[in-house]
């Protein structure tokens, strides 16, 4: 799922909270809270030009912040997984976090008005 689709998606979501993803929760990367078990995966990110374990900080910005670009070519949404939720049509990146202490799901949310780079 490149950016354009990625872009389309975000169009359908509605409100800025669910009770079935509590996308609210997720506007930073964060524990997933078991979202990949509850959530319908869509598709996997498809980055135009992937850089490995290359994290964007570009103008400063925080890669785990909530404000920070959906950079698709950069870690970790070049290793993730597009799952939407079905009460609001939210869309939810996935990745399987493995470095520290044993490997653990972590999400985000993909708010619409999020700047996104290929
Ligand atoms: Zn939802």
Redesign the pocket.
Known sequence: MNKDQLCRMLEHDQGLS?S??K?ESKKHWTNSDGLENDLTKVGDVEPEDSRGYDEYKERGSNPFSETAPLSLSYYPYNCSSVYK?G??H?VILIYLETGGHGARYQARWAQSGLEITP
């Open positions: 669910c079935v993803c996308k939720c009460s609001c939210a």
